[in-house]
């Protein structure tokens, strides 16, 4: 991995009041370009090929470069333009899909907003865990052996991208089957988990190391294709039911019963707490933490996304949250610019930026 000092001793190079805030055009970037806007930052889109349109559109990119496809962001002469504009990168799902983990970490010597060490523990099943676990979430049960399956089971595969092919099962026979029918034998690992039944909520937080501040910005549900559309017919369709898939179509907002709301809190402070201690100095900026809460009001955790989420778009103009914590309309793109701004003005930028 790219040394944290390596990364530092480029942005040592930047002028602090030319500072250009810039990302992929893609999953949550007019929400960023447009919260960098808003704190007074110049902004830059990198865009594929034929979707420029969407960004030009929406007019909130001080300057667009455009490349075939996103590798082309990894090779030395593109990150010295970017390095040339003071950039700093903000990382979002897709960044970190089509740039890969692995290559952010080893390749990418522009500085980028937050922790990238923590994209090891995000990209990993099994460390993601560790993590949750050292955070005392409430995890879903899961059995190394199909032959224990003893309740509904979500089996997830790796790369089983956005939920598309997991499969549903209720014990050990209808495990094999599927499996068998879906020509999975041979996909390697895979992970059993207990089907936690209940409302799920998905909390976009803040963490400030400048404040040592944890902020709830902001919640949604996601929408997916298609279980969500099986849920509406379930009764016409309880003969010929198909397989469920989990497809992220969308995302709905949700505010939480206000007295659940000290849990969600403690659940996003102990994540931060558990990464200050695994891997200093740990997650910073924004994160969520897919939850499911139970009938019995308890909320058990299944991933940790460790950066801007897409569920954070519904709130471009702030949410009820954010509203209680700031007088701007604040969504997570802005906050993050934010937390730059004050960073620079504290002469703190390394503490925010690897
Ligand atoms: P992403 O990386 O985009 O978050 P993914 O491919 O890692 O997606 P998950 O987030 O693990 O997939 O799961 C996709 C969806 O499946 C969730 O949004 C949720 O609706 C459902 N889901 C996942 N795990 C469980 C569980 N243990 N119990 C009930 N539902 C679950």
């Known amino acids: 991995m790219l040394h944290r000092k390596e990364i530092h001793h480029i942005l040592d190079g930047y002028a602090r009041d030319e500072i250009t805030i810039a990302t992929i055009g893609s999953h949550t970037a007019l929400q960023i370009l447009k919260g960098a806007r808003d704190e007074g930052f110049k902004s830059l889109v990198i865009c594929k090929r034929g979707t420029e349109e969407v960004y030009r559109q929406f007019g909130l990119a001080d300057e667009l470069l455009t490349v075939e496809n996103f590798e082309q962001v990894l090779e030395k002469s593109f990150q010295e333009q970017l390095i040339k504009r003071n950039a700093i990168l903000i990382p979002h799902g897709s960044f970190v899909e089509y740039l890969s983990p692995v290559r952010i970490e080893n390749e990418l010597f522009v500085p980028m907003f937050g922790n990238r ?25 899961e059995f190394n052996d199909p032959a224990d399956i003893d309740r509904l089971v979500m089996v997830k595969f790796p790369g089983a991208k956005g939920g598309r092919g997991y499969i549903l099962a209720s014990n050990h026979d209808e495990f094999e089957q599927k499996r068998k029918k879906l020509e999975l034998r041979d996909k390697g690992e895979f992970t059993i988990q207990e089907y936690v039944v209940g409302t799920r909520f998905y909390p976009h937080y803040f963490y400030s190391p400048l404040k040592d501040k944890l902020e709830l910005l902001s ?136």
């Open 219 to 354: 919640m949604d549900i996601r929408y997916e294709s298609n279980i969500d559309g099986i849920a509406r017919l379930s009764y016409i369709l309880r003969d010929s039911l198909p397989e469920p898939s989990f497809v992220v179509t969308g995302n709905l907002p949700v505010v939480i019963r206000e007295s659940l709301l000290p849990r969600v809190l403690e659940m996003g402070r102990r994540v931060i707490t558990a990464s200050q201690e695994m891997f200093s100095p740990g997650l910073i900026g924004p994160f969520c933490i897919e939850t499911v809460c139970t009938e019995d009001l308890a909320f058990i955790a299944f991933e940790i996304s460790a950066r801007i989420v897409a569920g954070t778009n519904l709130y471009i103009s702030g949410s009820p949250y954010s509203q209680l914590l700031y007088d701007v309309p604040m969504s997570t793109g802005r906050r993050i610019a934010r937390e730059v701004k004050e960073a620079i003005k504290g002469d703190l930028l390394k503490e925010v930026v690897y």
């Open 117 to 141: 060490a923590v994209l090891d523990w995000e990209a990993d099943r099994g460390k993601e865990r560790e993590w949750m676990e050292r955070a005392e979430l409430r995890l879903p049960v």
